[in-house]
């Protein structure tokens, strides 16, 4: 099915028969797991589903040994059925999805996949095809830098995949070159970019909490946040205009770390009021891992939330383009 054919068909679909599609697409130990699984966890099971794509992988890593290109590479991936089961899951459709594990980095038996309300899509490739991206509504790409991000592959493979970092580093280099030809250029399909980093100007310490910028592309409705961002809160949040890597103008809303938790709690309230939901604040926002928190990943991710609420709900009066 073309692209445009695509969200032809998915306007024809009355909103409760289709689930809200959200891609987090980055390259390998960029977040997309950590930052997906809260927004599972806040909103339950029952409500967002979530998938990674990277199930799609031809080969086992066993098998891997022996070619001459990485999992970043889209020759080792099934990426036409990726599509195809993207596009029957945008519809509400069910798909019979394959499996690999990355413990063991083998390939295990395919499960039935049921979308819900919401469903998230993370992984290598959501947004390399044009058929893919026209299944999403809203699409997001982490961006950390490269030291952030090789810190963070580095103890992720040796604490949870059994690697040694020697092996770890050996393996970034080698998949460098696909990197950068094959998962950084989907960053210019994004409508959010997200990128958890040091604010430079304060000359921060490496063992220092990341803060967050958020890149609010006019390619999609975002959130009015005015009753949000103020001088109360601009410790926390604040809202500025700043150029893209095309040198066009966007919004950028920077989340610092370093600001009080007494003052970012009530940014993450403000925001988890709009929802309308009703419940508390859901402490599984910003969990990293069990006793380690991050309080600008908390509202990045009550940012999507809002985003797949608000279009859950088709309630275009409570967004502003661009902010």
């Given at each position: ?101 990355h ?55 040796t ?5 040694t970092?020697e ?49 609010l ?24 205009l ?9 919004d ?18 403000a ?52 902010t």
């Amino acid at each position: 099915m073309c692209p445009k054919r695509v969200v032809i068909r998915r306007s024809e679909i009355s909103s409760g028969d289709r689930p809200v599609m959200l891609a987090v697409c980055g390259d390998s130990a960029s977040g997309k797991t950590t930052l997906t699984r809260g927004l599972v966890q806040a909103l339950g099971e029952e409500r967002l589903a979530s998938m990674c794509v990277d199930d799609y992988h031809r080969y086992d890593r066993e098998e891997r040994r022996a070619l001459p290109f990485t999992p970043l590479n889209p020759a080792c991936n099934y990426l036409g059925i990726m599509e195809q089961h993207l596009q029957l899951l945008a519809l509400g459709e069910p798909v019979l999805k394959p499996v690999y594990s990355h413990r063991h980095g083998t390939l295990e038996r395919p499960v039935l996949f049921q979308p819900r309300e919401c469903l998230v899509v993370e992984g290598l490739f959501p947004l390399y095809t044009p058929r893919s991206r026209a299944c999403f509504d809203l699409r997001v790409f982490l961006d950390p830098p490269e030291a952030v991000r090789r810190a963070w592959k580095v103890r992720r493979d040796t604490r949870d995949r059994g690697y040694t970092e020697e092996q770890v580093l050996a393996d970034l280099d080698k998949r460098e070159p696909e990197a950068a030809a094959f998962i950084r250029p989907q960053r210019r399909w994004a409508d959010i970019v997200v990128r958890f980093d040091h604010i430079e100007v304060r000359h921060e310490p490496e063992s220092s909490p990341l803060s967050a910028t958020v890149m609010l592309r006019p390619t999609a409705p975002h959130p009015d946040l005015t009753r949000v961002l103020n001088d109360d809160t601009r410790e926390t949040i604040h809202l500025k205009l700043t150029r893209d890597g095309d040198g066009k103008p966007v919004d950028a809303l920077h989340i610092h770390a370093y600001a009080s938790r007494e003052t970012t709690r009530r940014v993450e309230e403000a925001i988890w009021e709009e929802l309308g939901i009703g419940d508390d604040l859901p402490a599984c926002l910003g969990l990293i891992e069990p006793g380690l928190r991050s309080e600008p990943l908390a509202v990045v991710q009550l940012l999507l939330l809002y985003h797949l609420l608000l279009e859950r709900r088709g309630d275009e009066s409570l967004a502003d383009v661009g902010t």
